[in-house]
C-alpha cells in the first residue's frame, strides 16, 4: 500500500532532551516536506527536501534541522526542543517538485514539558 | 506576501444543502496551484481537490467543486448536498515557487464546517 509513514505517532518528552521524528515514504516520491499544525494558525512549512541531499527552509525552521541521505526517509530533528515545539507534525510527499498535489502522513502529536 | 486568507473560522450548513467555503490568496508568481483538505476530528489530513493556475475549467471531484476566480484572486470550495460525514476542519493552501524555484506550501488558518441533521 502506498503511504508515508510517521513514527512516533505520539511522543510527550522534556525541554532540552534531542528527539528525532521519522517519516519514510515508499512511492519513491523525490520531493518531502515537514510542517507544524497549531490551532487558529493552520499549517506552516518547516522544511522540504526535493531530492536525496537537497533540503530548503520553509517558514518556520528555527529549532528545527532535516536530512535527506536517503530517497524515502527524511527525518526531523529537534536538537533542543522547547515548550513553543508543542504542535502536531505532519510529514508530506509528492512525485517530483513539479507535481503539487501531496500525500500525508498520519501525524505526529509532540508535547514539549 | 504571499498568503491564503479564510475569513470563516467557523460554519453551519444544514444536510443535503450546499455550502461554499472562501479562500482568497496573494501570490506574485504566475504559475502556482490551489488546494482544499479536509481535516476530520480524527486528525489525518485528507486531500479534496486541486486547480492549477493555468487549468481554464473550474475543477470538480464528485461533491467537491473549485469555484476559480483567477482576477479576483479566490478559490473557493462548493461541497453540493451536504452529509453529517462532511463535519470537519477545511484548509486552503497554495503551491508556488515555481518561478523562484522555491516550491512552497502555503495554508490558510482553516473553516469548521458543522453540518446539521
Known amino acids: 500500500e502506498a503511504q508515508v509513514t510517521q513514527n512516533p505517532r505520539y511522543l510527550i518528552t522534556v525541554t532540552g532532551k534531542k528527539l528525532t521524528v521519522t517519516c519514510s515514504q515508499n512511492?519513491?516520491?523525490?520531493?518531502m516536506s515537514w510542517y507544524r499544525q497549531d490551532p487558529g494558525l493552520g499549517l506552516r512549512q518547516i522544511y522540504y527536501s526535493m531530492n536525496v541531499e537537497v533540503t530548503d527552509k520553509g517558514d518556520v525552521p528555527e529549532g528545527y534541522k532535516v536530512s535527506r541521505k536517503e530517497k524515502r526517509n527524511f527525518p526531523l530533528i529537534l536538537e533542543s526542543p522547547s515548550p513553543n515545539q508543542t504542535s502536531l507534525y505532519f510529514c508530506?510527499?509528492?512525485?517530483?517538485?513539479?507535481?503539487?498535489?501531496?500525500?500525508f502522513g498520519p501525524g505526529t502529536r509532540l508535547t514539549v514539558l | 506576501a504571499q498568503k491564503i486568507t479564510q475569513t470563516q473560522p467557523g460554519m453551519f450548513v444544514q444536510e443535503k444543502e450546499a455550502v461554499t467555503l472562501d479562500c482568497t490568496y496573494d501570490t506574485s508568481d504566475q504559475s502556482y496551484g490551489l488546494f482544499w483538505y479536509k481535516q476530520p476530528s480524527s486528525g489525518e489530513m485528507i486531500f479534496l481537490i486541486y486547480q492549477g493556475s493555468y487549468d481554464e475549467q473550474n475543477a470538480t471531484e464528485g461533491r467537491y467543486s473549485l469555484n476559480f476566480q483567477k482576477a479576483r484572486k479566490s478559490a473557493n470550495l462548493v461541497i453540493s448536498a451536504s452529509q453529517l460525514g462532511d463535519s470537519a476542519m477545511y484548509f486552503c493552501a497554495m503551491r508556488e515557487g515555481r518561478n523562484s524555484g522555491t516550491y512552497k506550501y502555503i495554508f490558510g488558518t482553516g473553516t469548521r464546517l458543522k453540518v446539521l441533521a
Open positions: 512511492m519513491n516520491h523525490e520531493y
Open positions: 508530506a510527499s509528492s512525485p517530483d517538485r513539479f507535481t503539487d498535489t501531496q500525500y
